[in-house]
């Protein structure tokens, strides 16, 4: 499986930019998918993920501002994010925890390349 993620950039406080991830291989089920991030001296945080038979979640620092959508099968998923602020400014990076259609149907994580944003104050 691979993810490939586009979009980020530079934007000045208070503009939007929006993410997008796509899931590519065979034979397999996403049971979640969303973005992570990773700023400057900071360790990777959680932005919003989309799970199969649990509530989106979202950071506190995001919520009202980002938002997560995905297609049905969560093959893709996008991020819009709007009134941006100097602190989200980090590497962003999708993430899917995918289940095998074939045996072993063993789990895994999978993570896309980051992509930078960053927003200027």
């Known amino acids: 499986v691979q993810l490939q993620a586009s979009g980020g950039g530079l934007v000045q406080a208070g503009g939007s930019l929006r993410l997008s991830c796509a899931a590519s291989?065979?034979?397999?089920?996403?049971?979640?998918i969303g973005w992570y991030r990773q700023a400057p001296g900071k360790q990777r945080e959680v932005v919003a993920i989309i799970y199969t038979g649990r509530p989106t979640i979202y950071a506190e620092s995001v919520k009202g501002r980002f938002t997560i959508s995905g297609d049905n099968a969560k093959t893709t998923v996008s991020l819009q994010m709007n009134n941006l602020k100097p602190e989200d400014t980090a590497v962003y990076y999708c993430?899917?925890?995918?289940?095998?259609?074939?045996?072993?149907?063993?789990?895994?994580?999978?993570w896309g390349q980051g992509t930078q944003v960053t927003v200027s104050s």
């Open positions: 993430n899917a925890f995918v289940i095998p259609s074939t045996e072993p149907a063993i789990p895994k994580w999978y």
């Open positions: 291989g065979s034979a397999f089920t996403v049971n979640s």
